[in-house]
Structures are given as C-alpha cells and as structure tokens.
C-alpha cells in the first residue's frame, strides 16, 4: 500500500523537476503578438517575415513618392545611386540569424566587387575602339572563363547570384562594337554605372543588416538556448518512452511509432542546433 500510494507521489515530484528545468523564460509583448508560446519555429518564421516586409516597403518609398516630396533621396535616385536592384538585397540576404544574414550579406557584396573588378581589367586592356575580331573573342573568352569561375568554384549561392547577373550586363556592352568619341570615354561611364550599383548594393546590405538588428537583434546563440532546451525536454520523454517500451511484457505498436517519432525529433533538433552554433561562431 505504501509503494502503491508512493508511486504516483514520486511521478508528481519528477514531473514538476522536469517543469522547472524547462520552463521557458517569459515572453514579451512581441513574443506574444507572434504567438511564440503556441508555435515557437512559426513565430520566428512570421517575425522574420515582417521586419523583411516593412523594411522592403520602407526602401521602396522613395522609388514611389513625387520627386520633389524628398529632395536628398530624389537625388540620389535621379544620379541612379539608388535603384529598384536595392529592394533585392534584401530578398536574397535576410536570414532568421544575424550571422547568416551578415555572411550572406559579404557574399553578395564579394559578388558584385568581382564583377567590378574583372569589368575595370577589360576596360583597362581594350581603352579604345574595339573593331578588330581579336578582341571580341579575347572578351568572350574572358566572360565565359568568369562565369565558369564563379559558378564552377566553391562560392556562396549569392556570389554568384550578384556576380553573373550583374556581369552579363556590362559583358553584352563591352561586346557591341563601338567607337568612342573620346578616348576612354566608355570606359568612364561604364565605371560610373559601375560604382551605381556598387552603392545600390552597400545602401541594401545596411538596411538588410538593420532588419535583423531591429527591434532587437536575433542572434543565433540565443536560439541556439532555446533550441537546447527544447532537446532536453525531448530526450527525457524519449528515454522515458523508451523505458517503458522495452519493460513491456508485450509489444506495443503505439509506443513504437510514437518512440520512433520522438527519436526521429530529437534528430532533427540536433541538426537545427548544430546549424545555429556554427552560425553564432
């Protein structure tokens, strides 16, 4: 009678540790506005999704409003300093961390320099006219050898996303034959559309990096936490369910699919929490 009363007693006692050693800390008002305690992954989906989305609206305003309603931001859009490709950082580089957005962020920053460099090395081989087949194929030999690099090199997807893009512009322009009114004439210019986008991509990589720091930054090690306490939990019920899946007299198809459920979580999570650390680091 003592054990059969001491028992439920020992279960209560276990499952308020388990309790408190994963409670979750308190949520805050954003927390709670995303419904982070009913579904923690979605809410930070959403989250991410929103500070993605007003900040995409917020870059898009001075491409929509009259040109003189602003007049610094008028002008930088009229030099072409800033431009639609802006918006477009952000699509390709926000991530749910900071140090995957930021690494995302010099990979297409690392994009478009090569582009630039590689376009300023043809201008300064071939300054004048360019009429002679010589060098239309020495040009189309260089294009393909940078696609080919960019694309046949261990580089990040947004690389060589920004450098091929942005390089089969300025590689179809080299190719049209043209004579120059004045010596290096093209050669500016191209430099200068070149520097334009240079600074499209520098302006939409810092507002990209603002939408992962604002309203507070969402750093990996702090998911990580969470993610680690999430795993703890669920080990204890696997090792739990586990136990009594083997003391069984019986098999019990219920049990066994749950227990393989459970397992094939906690393998999940564990990737997931392998990912953040190497992403805080």
């Known amino acids: 009678a003592t054990s059969a009363s001491g028992s439920p007693t020992l279960q209560r006692r276990k499952q308020k540790r388990r309790a408190s050693a994963t409670k979750p800390s308190p949520l805050s008002a954003w927390g709670r506005f995303f419904r982070r305690h009913?579904?923690?992954?979605?809410?930070?989906?959403?989250e991410v999704a929103v500070r993605g989305g007003f900040f995409v609206l917020l870059l898009s305003l001075p491409l929509m409003v009259q040109p003189d309603t602003l007049p610094f931001l008028s002008s930088i859009v009229k030099h072409k300093y800033y431009q639609g490709e802006t918006v477009l950082y952000i699509v390709y580089s926000l991530q749910k961390t900071v140090g995957e957005t930021v690494y995302l962020i010099w990979c297409g920053i690392a994009g478009v320099?090569?582009?630039?460099?590689?376009?300023?090395?043809?201008?300064?081989?071939?300054?004048?006219?360019?009429?002679?087949?010589?060098?239309?194929?020495?040009?189309?030999?260089?294009g393909m050898l940078f696609i080919a690099?960019?694309?046949?090199?261990?580089?990040?997807?947004?690389?060589?996303?920004?450098?091929?893009s942005f390089f089969s512009i300025y590689w179809m322009e080299f190719l049209r034959v043209r004579r120059a009114t004045e010596p290096h004439a093209e050669a500016v210019d191209t430099m200068k559309e070149a520097l334009q986008e240079?600074?499209?991509?520098?302006?939409?990589?810092?507002?990209?990096?603002?939408?992962?720091?604002?309203?507070?930054?969402?750093?990996?090690?702090?998911?990580?936490?969470?993610?680690?306490?999430?795993l703890v939990f669920m080990l204890c019920s696997s090792w739990e369910n586990m136990i009594s899946y083997y003391s069984q007299t019986g098999g019990n198809i219920y049990r066994q699919k749950r227990l393989a459920k459970?397992?094939?979580?906690?393998?999940?999570?564990?990737?997931?929490?392998?990912?953040?650390?190497?992403s805080s680091w």
Do not use: H
């Not at 690099?149 to 091929?164: D, E, P, R």
């Not at 939409?204 to 969402?218: A, H």
């Not at 459970?262 to 190497?278: K, S």
């Open 38 to 46: 009913l579904n923690r992954r979605f809410a930070e989906d959403a």
């Open 113 to 142: 320099g090569l582009c630039l460099l590689d376009v300023w090395l043809m201008y300064q081989l071939f300054p004048e006219e360019r009429t002679g087949d010589v060098e239309f194929y020495l040009a189309v030999f260089n």
């Open 149 to 164: 690099a960019l694309l046949g090199l261990n580089f990040n997807i947004n690389t060589a996303i920004y450098g091929c």
């Open 198 to 230: 240079m600074s499209c991509c520098l302006i939409g990589s810092v507002f990209c990096f603002l939408t992962v720091m604002l309203p507070y930054p969402l750093f990996a090690i702090s998911q990580a936490q969470e993610t680690a306490q999430d």
């Open 262 to 278: 459970e397992l094939q979580g906690v393998e999940t999570t564990l990737r997931r929490l392998d990912a953040l650390v190497a």
